[in-house]
């Protein structure tokens, strides 16, 4: 009895720890790596001073990278104005292009015109910015590191995202995300 029990465990225990391996694979990126589905695929760009490519998600979602000095912080440029502020701006600079600025009344929250939340968190042992939209398949889902180390062109950033991912795209990235690791 003990021995037929043991076996059942210990089978059980194989096939669980085999089943999770076979919907994830470890992707190497050089200077990263990560754990991603295993339907995910690399495509590697030309990038003279960084380390920068796409993978393509099996709903053919692209996720960006760039490992560099030039990493694009995942900032929303979006601009928000008070109409007081405008209003002087204009009075200063009456021909200011304001066509892209989101202009609120002062009883207005700015945060319902941003599209995504950030959180910051230590992954891998760096600070780590995450952005996820607030609303899923609008706005970006990513992560942004300012400075992993310093190089012989500067201060080493790293990013990985998306823009507008469809709901199952987006899971995925967030969990790929919390098992970054860099090379030292």
């Known amino acids: 009895m003990k021995k037929t029990f043991l076996f059942i465990f210990t089978s059980f225990i194989v096939l669980s720890c085999s089943d999770h391996s076979q919907k ?19 495509l590697k760009m030309d990038a003279y001073d960084s380390n920068a ?28 104005i008070n109409r007081k502020d405008l209003n002087e701006l204009l009075a200063v600079n009456p021909k200011a292009d304001t066509t892209q600025f989101i202009v609120i009344d002062k009883n207005t929250n700015r ?24 609303k899923v398949g609008k706005g970006m889902t990513g992560v942004y590191i300012d400075s992993l180390k310093t190089g012989s062109i500067g201060k080493i950033r790293f990013n990985l995202y998306g823009k507008n991912l ?19």
Do not use: C, H
Not at 24 to 42: E, G, I, N, V, Y
Not at 56 to 66: A, G, R, V
Not at 117 to 133: F, Q, T
Not at 168 to 184: C, G, H, M, P, W
């Open 111 to 134: 945060e319902d015109f941003v599209k995504s939340k950030i959180i910051y968190k230590k992954i891998d042992g760096y600070k780590a910015k995450i952005v996820e939209p607030k």
């Open 53 to 80: 490519g796409i993978i393509i998600t099996k709903n053919n979602d692209s996720i960006f990278y760039d490992y560099g000095p030039y990493s694009y912080s995942l900032e929303e440029n979006v601009t928000i």
């Open 24 to 42: 994830t694979k470890s992707m190497d990126f050089r200077s990263f790596k990560l754990q991603a589905p295993k339907d995910w695929s690399k």
């Open 166 to 184: 469809k709901k199952e795209s987006q899971v995925e990235l967030l969990k790929a995300i919390q098992t970054l690791q860099f090379r030292k």
